[in-house]
């Protein structure tokens, strides 16, 4: 299986369980790693037969600006399946990244694998 990935998706969101945070938007960062066949569409050169990265982009920030949550893990969770219920992939592996979370570290965060049942 091959993997079609995006590294440090850059979205503001209202996320957090303090009041403060609650107030305001937070840059997070958001790796993917989404399986998948890329043969057929290697083979015509054809966009329509693998995961289309922009797309997968704009559905990851439209969820994750939907609505606030307290915890990454929320996230996490949530994204893992939209992925994969919505596009031709098996497996995911999603990361987000909270930096300035805790000031003597440049992240933190949290990495999950999910596939399909």
Avoid: N
């Avoid at 290697?42 to 439209?62: E, G, I, K, P």
């Avoid at 990361?95 to 000031?103: F, T």
Wanted: overall charge negative.
């Amino acid at each position: 299986m091959d993997i079609v990935f995006v590294k440090q998706l850059a979205i503001d969101a209202v996320i957090g369980v303090y009041e403060w945070e609650k107030t305001i938007q937070q840059r997070l960062f958001f790796d993917l790693e989404l399986t998948t066949d890329i043969r057929a569409a290697a083979s015509d050169d054809d966009l329509r037969l693998t995961l289309d990265y922009a797309v997968v982009c704009q559905r990851v920030t439209a969820l994750v600006q939907a609505e606030p949550v307290e915890l990454i893990e929320t996230l996490a969770e949530r994204i893992a399946a939209m992925l994969l219920q919505e596009f031709a992939t098996s497996r995911v592996q999603v990361q987000v990244d909270k930096p300035g979370a805790v000031p003597a570290a440049q992240t933190v965060g949290v990495r999950i694998t999910r596939s399909r049942q």
